[in-house]
């Protein structure tokens, strides 16, 4: 079946550290992939996304390329901070039918 | 606009309840979904709606109903609560452009004892 593999957390940064969160997924079809971000106590919040190979989403600083040969969607940003912190999840599908990973959780310390 | 809202915020019930959580959109979009949120497990899908009176099954459906009779609402019921049920509902919606992701809802935090 499908499935999303995403990396463990916790993950710890310093502000302006770089971020990497790696993210595969089954290549079952040609599936949209999106980054998902939670900050405590809300919802999600769709924070970038890519719908086909090669294709790069960005956002708020953060990037996601879509590769298939590797069937990865790693997420990056290249200085974080503090209001980074927070649940991302990694996830792949359609508009009503989407495959998460587990989260990871991020803290950025000052 | 609103977006995606759900109410309750907070539920308490006792085993072999029956509720109901309700869905709302405002974007007037044809698809919606119902996730459930556990520790460590990531969403998963209980149940999804791709239009006004069709619904089907996600991973997860057992234990939960629905039905779409409008285009905005998505209730989800649970017949008979069972402490297995304890969990953090979302739901979402979306249109019908492909790709573009689901709007998610604030969730529904729901205890069973």
């Known amino acids: 079946g499908n499935s999303v593999t995403q990396m463990e957390g916790p993950v710890t940064l310093s502000e302006e550290a770089f971020l990497t969160i790696n993210c595969t997924y089954t290549?079952?079809?040609?599936?949209?992939l999106f980054w998902y971000v939670q900050y405590p106590g809300e919802g999600l919040q769709l924070l970038l996304k890519?719908?086909?190979?090669?294709d790069k989403g960005s956002n708020k600083g953060f990037e996601a390329t879509y590769r298939k040969e590797t069937t990865s969607f790693h997420l990056e940003k290249g200085s974080v901070q503090v209001s980074d912190s927070a649940v991302y999840f990694c996830?792949?599908?359609?508009?009503?039918?989407?495959?998460f990973g587990k989260g990871t959780l991020l803290t950025v310390n000052p | 606009n609103a977006g995606v809202t759900q109410t309750p915020k907070f539920q308490v019930l006792k085993t072999g309840q029956s509720m109901t959580l309700q869905c709302a959109q405002d974007?007037?979009?044809?698809?919606m979904s119902w996730y459930r949120q556990d520790p460590g497990m990531g969403l998963r899908l209980i149940h999804y709606?791709?239009?006004?009176?069709?619904?089907d099954q996600g991973e997860v459906p057992n234990g939960y109903n629905v039905s779409r009779s409008t285009t905005e609402d998505f209730p989800l019921r649970l017949l008979s609560a069972a402490p297995s049920q304890t969990s953090v509902y979302f739901c979402?919606?979306?249109?019908?452009?492909?790709?573009?992701?689901?709007?998610f809802g604030p969730g529904t935090r729901l205890t069973v004892l």
């Open positions: 979402a919606s979306s249109s019908e452009i492909a790709g573009v992701g689901q709007f």
């Open positions: 290549a079952t079809g040609y599936p949209s």
């Open positions: 890519a719908t086909k190979a090669d």
């Open positions: 996830a792949r599908g359609s508009n009503y039918k989407l495959t």
């Open positions: 974007m007037n979009h044809e698809y």
């Open positions: 709606s791709v239009g006004a009176g069709i619904t």
